[in-house]
């Protein structure tokens, strides 16, 4: 995620970042540009049209293809917001489990603790990477009793690292380290890390319909091939400004669309997960003590 400050917005109108939907577009943007040049030329030298409000149609369909646009970035962000929604509380959940574990399990337990705590740093950090289709153990920490090979294994990265949070606090209660009635505190944080994984995959695997993604494209792209006929009638050169201007907007908007409906990765826009994972694991390091 790009860090920045947005009280400084003039100088974002002449950076162009390699997240800017501008460089993408760049080549479709000379393309429609030579297009329209080369009908403004003919239309001059051959075709003399004369046509009146040659841009109505234009017009029209611009105003609901902006409706459309408004709804679809308004959707992909929503996503995105849930998504930094769920982060948070998964940072706060860590915290607070941590902080109970601290009050409610003694010193005497040192070692269990830190095992805890390194297993609450590990399911930030092996969450952020099942929710891109990735597994990295160099990031995770193991010790003795949670073995690499045993991660390797597990389909579900994060429904393991939790299973085993469940198994040391269930030693921790025949122990006698946890009194029982603690187990009704702790159960909120417990589940909590099954339900942030699950709302995040959710967004994840619940993309925009098909249908309104196609239809949405096929607009643009009919809108955005017609106009440099009509614009050229009414604007002539000025018209390969206008339609190139027109064409960054509207694409621009449906690009930026689809790299935030996926908060997951790893592109510009995209959530700071990672910080978040290492913020997790430094927040427990400390609570706990180890």
């Given at each position: 995620?790009?860090?920045?400050?947005?009280?400084?917005?003039?100088?974002?109108?002449?950076?162009?970042?390699?997240?800017?939907?501008?460089?993408?577009?760049?080549?479709?943007?000379?393309?429609?540009?030579?297009?329209t040049a080369v009908?403004?030329?003919?239309?001059?030298?051959?075709?003399?049209?004369?046509?009146?409000?040659?841009?109505?149609?234009?017009?029209?369909?611009?105003?609901?293809?902006?409706?459309?646009?408004?709804?679809?970035?308004?959707?992909?962000?929503?996503?995105?917001?849930?998504?930094?929604?769920?982060?948070?509380?998964?940072?706060?959940?860590?915290?607070?489990?941590?902080?109970?574990?601290?009050?409610?399990?003694?010193?005497?337990?040192?070692?269990?603790?830190?095992?805890?705590?390194?297993?609450?740093?590990?399911?930030?950090?092996?969450?952020?990477?099942?929710?891109?289709?990735?597994?990295?153990?160099?990031?995770?920490?193991?010790?003795?009793?949670?073995?690499?090979?045993?991660?390797?294994?597990?389909?579900?990265?994060?429904?393991?690292?939790?299973?085993?949070?469940?198994?040391?606090?269930?030693?921790?209660?025949?122990?006698?380290?946890?009194?029982?009635?603690?187990?009704?505190?702790?159960?909120?944080?417990?589940?909590?890390?099954?339900?942030?994984?699950?709302?995040?995959?959710?967004?994840?695997?619940?993309?925009?319909?098909?249908?309104?993604?196609?239809?949405?494209?096929?607009?643009?792209?009919?809108?955005?091939?017609?106009?440099?006929?009509?614009?050229?009638?009414?604007?002539?050169?000025?018209?390969?400004?206008?339609?190139?201007?027109i064409f960054y907007?509207?694409?621009?908007?449906?690009?930026?669309?689809?790299?935030?409906?996926?908060?997951?990765?790893?592109?510009?826009?995209?959530?700071?997960?990672?910080?978040?994972?290492?913020?997790?694991?430094?927040?427990?390091?400390?609570?706990?003590?180890?």
């Amino acid at each position: 995620m790009i860090t920045y400050d947005p009280k400084t917005w003039f100088k974002f109108i002449f950076k162009f970042h390699r997240s800017d939907g501008f460089r993408n577009l760049l080549p479709a943007m000379a393309a429609l540009c030579t297009l329209t040049a080369v009908f403004v030329f003919i239309d001059i030298e051959y075709l003399k049209f004369e046509l009146k409000n040659a841009t109505f149609f234009h017009q029209v369909i611009g105003f609901v293809l902006s409706m459309l646009l408004v709804f679809r970035i308004n959707t992909a962000y929503d996503r995105w917001w849930e998504g930094r929604k769920q982060w948070g509380a998964l940072l706060n959940t860590s915290r607070n489990l941590s902080l109970k574990l601290a009050s409610f399990v003694s010193d005497e337990y040192k070692k269990e603790k830190k095992e805890l705590g390194i297993l609450i740093g590990n399911y930030g950090t092996a969450l952020k990477e099942h929710l891109r289709d990735r597994y990295k153990p160099e990031e995770i920490e193991f010790f003795e009793g949670f073995e690499k090979q045993g991660l390797d294994d597990a389909l579900h990265k994060p429904n393991h690292i939790a299973g085993e949070i469940f198994k040391r606090i269930d030693v921790l209660l025949a122990k006698g380290a946890l009194r029982p009635e603690y187990l009704i505190v702790l159960d909120q944080e417990l589940q909590s890390f099954t339900d942030i994984t699950g709302a995040c995959e959710r967004i994840k695997n619940t993309p925009i319909p098909y249908s309104y993604s196609l239809y949405l494209k096929r607009i643009i792209f009919l809108y955005v091939i017609t106009m440099p006929f009509a614009f050229a009638i009414d604007f002539k050169y000025l018209a390969v400004l206008v339609v190139a201007l027109i064409f960054y907007v509207f694409a621009s908007i449906e690009l930026l669309s689809e790299e935030i409906e996926d908060p997951f990765g790893d592109d510009a826009n995209d959530l700071p997960t990672d910080e978040i994972a290492g913020k997790i694991r430094t927040s427990v390091q400390s609570i706990l003590g180890y």
